[in-house]
């Protein structure tokens, strides 16, 4: 069995994954909740990236995704 780990902005790196193909995901995305105002924490098109997950994800993968509330 062979595993990869990809290391890098999952807004480019997701991009360039073939459908249904990864078995999990973890990840730390940026929150986008445009907390105050702050340049850090712009909306950053979350919804997108989620959509771009769940394209790769293959049938009963799983993603561990840190989020605030």
Do not use: H
């Amino acid at each position: 069995m062979n595993y990869k780990i990809l290391q890098g902005d999952n807004r480019d790196t997701l991009k360039t994954l073939a459908d249904c193909s990864i078995d999990a995901i973890v990840t730390d995305p940026p929150y986008g909740i445009d907390f105050l105002g702050k340049a850090w924490d712009a909306n950053t098109g979350a919804l997108e990236t989620y959509r771009e997950c769940l394209r790769v994800l293959k049938p009963g993968g799983y993603i561990l995704a840190f989020s605030a509330a």
